[in-house]
């Protein structure tokens, strides 16, 4: 047994974790371009989001399912249709995150 296995790794930060999930929910483009739509109209149903993109209602749905379980955009049910809007607190602290994130690890002088 190595001393390496000795160690115990730290846990991962909470933080971190939120930062990665809302990273890997954007890691689709059709998931960027809902994020931009729901984001410039307010307020929208997945019907809206399929009329401006090609893709299947059913498609767009599992999009905005991964969104909204990552934290990007807020689900509110209503009688006929489901509304979402970005929530944009959310947007910024992923933001500040990314930011922090990428401070440190150009922080050295080979960056």
């Keep these: 047994m190595s001393m ?9 930060a909470m933080d971190t974790l939120a930062l990665s999930a809302k990273l890997a929910a ?3 483009p059709a998931r960027i371009e ?3 739509y729901v984001s410039r109209s307010g307020c929208c149903c997945c ?3 399929v009329g401006q993109l090609d893709l299947a209602q059913s498609t767009v749905s ?11 955009i807020r689900f509110s049910p209503e009688k006929q249709r489901s509304r979402y809007e ?3 607190d959310a947007l910024a602290g992923m933001s ?5 994130l990428l401070n440190t690890c150009c922080a050295s002088e080979s960056c």
């Excluded at 390496?4 to 991962?12: C, D, G, T, W, Y």
């Design 4 to 12: 390496l296995e000795n160690v115990e790794r730290p846990m991962l």
């Design 26 to 28: 954007l890691a689709h």
């Design 34 to 36: 809902i994020l931009r």
């Design 47 to 49: 019907k809206d989001v």
């Design 62 to 72: 599992q999009h905005l399912k991964i969104l909204v379980e990552a934290g990007l």
């Design 86 to 88: 970005v929530d944009r």
């Design 96 to 100: 500040s995150a990314f930011t922090g």
